[in-house]
């Protein structure tokens, strides 16, 4: 007893208890600080498929100008496994395919003649097929008439308006070939302007990227989605992918 | 690539001073807690001892007996802490120096009264232990967090002045990783000042509890001793 008294105070051994709490508060912490730090960002990168990549490709605002039932209809009877805008006439400007909005019609208009004698149901049901992929662009038209329309297909015409304003300033270099595709993602704000743009796959070819990322730049801002919902503007367009790929050249 | 931010990155891409004191820091954030949980559970024992061994004491028992107990619990293994080891300190003092017949008795409750603040000394002591590490860490370390920001600061705008496109961008990965060194820094630091007031303020009310108890036990062993006195001079 008299040496532990008067020698070295004497600590009782309180170690494991302490270490064990430090661990866990740090643990505790760092797990917090580590799942939210990243699901903030991972809210935004998951829904970046909803929009659904935009296949900026360079067709039909021509269509759009049309009746909303005369195009659907000789669409569906003939090339129902090839989506219109492909088969479109070669014609990389926008602004030129505006001014023969006849063309693709017509086109297929010759060949629709002969199955019309085809069974009605079958009729319907690609019509409803085709209807889905063409639900894109028509719902922009009539977005004011589709007061109604849910959540996602607002979203939908919001980006096939985006993607056609893009298409409009995109001037492609003449070194774009078929199989080039590069990618972007922008960033956007609640009034619709865009506040950065970055390249985020190259097509392997610089001018191509170039020309892209001004198509986007030259775009600038997309005013109308002041009209979407915060929420549904938080979700879908504050991140957005692009892909350009210069489908319809020849060569 | 660079467009999520994880706080690892954040971290690993830090410049090395930054990173050197972000170790400090989780390092003082580290020994902090586990000082703090420490000390948490050690006045708890030493409350809950005082509480019961102040009971016992109380409770009318022979002092040579509640002596004789404490003897068997330290051989026991156990340490004997806070209010009992001044009472212990106290009790074999008197009664060594009581044996002596040459002493009288104001003498031998000085003796006895020297061992016991001698004790309480020795149990402020062990009070006190690692409050003055906590107390450093409360008081520097949000300023070695704000030592790493603004290193971290100046660095990312010199970069800045280095580019020649100077966005937002370029900038903004540099401060916000000079920043997380504070954060740590506060949170080293709070913690530590909240726990460093806290244990401070009892140490204050433990050992003026010791001190009471030494008055109070030295004023038993007063009347003891002149008891004692006085029947070996009658029996002389």
């Given at each position: 007893m008299t040496t532990s008294l008067y020698a070295k105070p004497v600590m009782p051994r309180i170690i494991v208890r302490p270490a064990l709490v430090t661990l866990l508060i740090h643990g505790v912490l760092l797990y917090v600080l580590m799942t939210n730090w990243d699901a903030s960002d991972r809210d935004i990168i998951r829904v970046k498929p909803a929009p659904n990549?935009?296949?900026?490709?360079?067709?039909?605002?021509?269509?759009?100008?049309?009746?909303?039932?005369a195009p659907v209809k000789p669409r569906v009877v003939t090339v129902k496994p090839k989506p219109?805008?492909?088969?479109?006439?070669?014609?990389?400007?926008v602004a030129v395919s505006k001014l023969k909005p006849e063309k693709p019609m017509q086109k297929p208009v010759p060949k629709t003649k002969p199955p019309p004698a085809k069974p009605v149901p079958n009729q319907r049901s690609s019509r409803d097929i085709l209807a889905a992929i063409v639900r894109d662009e028509l719902a922009s038209v009539d977005a004011q008439a589709q007061a109604t329309e849910t959540a996602d297909e607002m979203s939908a015409s919001f980006v096939s308006l985006i993607k056609r304003t893009v298409v409009r300033s995109w001037s492609r270099p003449?070194?774009?070939?078929?199989g080039m595709e590069c990618e972007l993602s922008i960033q956007l704000i609640p009034t619709g302007e865009v506040v950065s743009v970055k390249l985020?796959?190259?097509?392997?070819?610089s001018a191509f990227d170039r020309s892209a990322i001004n198509a986007v730049e030259k775009a600038s801002?997309?005013?109308?989605?002041?009209?979407?919902?915060s929420r549904e503007f938080e979700k879908n367009f504050r991140r957005l992918t692009l892909i350009f790929k210069p489908e319809d050249l020849r060569y | 690539m660079e467009e999520q931010l994880s706080l690892l990155e954040l971290v690993w891409n830090a410049s090395f001073t930054v990173q050197l004191v972000m170790v400090i820091l989780l390092l003082a954030s580290i020994f902090s807690w586990y000082m703090i949980a420490n000390r948490y559970l050690y006045f708890r024992n030493a409350n809950d001892e005082m509480y019961r061994f102040e009971e016992r004491f109380w409770s009318g028992i022979d002092l040579s007996q509640l002596y004789r107990e404490g003897s068997e619990k330290g051989s026991d293994g156990s340490v004997i802490l806070g209010m009992e080891s001044i009472f212990r300190a106290g009790f074999k003092e008197f009664s060594r120096l009581a044996?002596?017949?040459?002493?009288?008795s104001e003498a031998v409750i000085e003796g006895s009264r020297r061992a016991m603040r001698v004790a309480v000394m020795r149990e402020e002591e062990r009070l006190e232990r690692h409050l003055a590490f906590l107390a450093s860490v409360g008081s520097t370390s949000p300023y070695i967090g704000l030592f790493g920001t603004v290193w971290g600061i100046m660095h990312s705008f010199r970069g800045l002045a280095n580019s020649t496109q100077a966005t937002l961008a370029t900038v903004a990965p540099g401060i916000s990783e000079a920043l997380v060194a504070t954060a740590m820094g506060l949170f080293a630091a709070i913690p530590a000042v909240l726990a460093y007031n806290r244990f401070a303020s009892r140490v204050e009310v433990l050992s003026n509890r010791y001190d009471t108890f030494v008055d109070e036990f030295s004023g038993i062993l007063y009347r003891q001793a002149f008891a004692l006195r006085s029947r070996e001079k009658k029996s002389v």
């Open positions: 990549v935009i296949n900026a490709r360079l067709v039909d605002v021509s269509e759009i100008s049309k009746p909303k039932p219109n805008p492909k088969p479109m006439p070669p014609k990389p400007r003449p070194s774009a070939r078929n985020i796959r190259s097509s392997g070819n801002a997309f005013p109308e989605l002041r009209k979407l919902p | 044996q002596q017949p040459e002493m009288d």
